[in-house]
């Protein structure tokens, strides 16, 4: 069946510093991938996504590129905020289906 | 605007009892899915519903149930409450054929 597998975390960064969070996948055919981002008290927010191998899906200054090669969908961020501190969660769709696989999901602290 | 919300944002019950966390969309959505997070699971998926009068079993729906008597509403009703059922539950919901599917802000359930 299909799955994510994303970095455990904790993440603490320092405000500035370059952010990476690890996401690979499985599934069979091409899913769709995406990023959700949940801020404190909240519930989860669509970051970004890509829906092709190749895609580059990007907001908030936040990017992750669909690698079909190595199954993965990695977000980064050149230069992270205070603000950015959330928890993040890479997922999937199955094209067809319309639900959502998603990854245990990493936090990220950024200190000032 | 639209929106999704859920009722109520705190909830703390006794092992056994019924229980039912409410969801209501604006956004005329026919997908509407039950998610609980829980840590070192990420968010998994209890039930969802493709319409009126139609409901599906997700990876987690044992002692959980959910009907769905019009397009707006997916109540979800815990049986009888157990204590391994203390979680984070949102709801979501997306329009047909679309994947980006949009949270509501969580109900925190402490069974006690």
């Known amino acids: 069946g299909n799955s994510v597998t994303q970095m455990e975390g904790p993440v603490t960064l320092s405000e500035e510093a370059f952010l990476t969070i690890n996401c690979t996948y499985t599934a069979t055919g091409y899913p769709s991938l995406f990023w959700y981002v949940q801020y404190p008290g909240e519930g989860l927010q669509l970051l970004l996504k890509a829906t092709k191998a190749d895609d580059k899906g990007s907001n908030k200054g936040f990017e992750a590129t669909y690698r079909k090669e190595t199954t993965s969908f990695h977000l980064e961020k050149g230069s992270v905020q205070v603000s950015d501190s959330a928890v993040y969660f890479c997922?999937?769709?199955?094209?067809?289906?319309?639900?959502?696989?998603f990854g245990t999901g990493t936090r990220l602290t950024i200190i000032p | 605007d639209a929106e999704i919300t859920q009722s109520p944002r705190h909830k703390i019950t006794e092992t056994g009892r019924q229980v039912t966390l409410a969801c209501h969309q604006t956004?005329?959505?026919?997908?509407m899915f039950w998610y609980r997070q829980d840590l070192g699971h990420g968010l998994r998926l209890i039930h969802y519903s493709y319409g009126v009068q139609d409901t599906n079993k997700g990876e987690v729906s044992d002692g959980y149930s959910v009907s769905r008597s019009n397009t707006e509403d997916l109540p979800l009703t815990l049986e009888s409450a157990a204590s391994s059922q203390t979680s984070v539950y949102f709801c979501?919901?997306?329009?047909?054929?679309?994947?980006?599917?949009?949270f509501g802000p969580g109900t925190r359930l402490l069974v006690l």
């Open positions: 956004w005329n959505h026919n997908n």
């Open positions: 997922a999937l769709n199955h094209f067809g289906n319309e639900k959502l696989t």
């Open positions: 979501a919901s997306s329009d047909r054929g679309q994947e980006t599917q949009y």
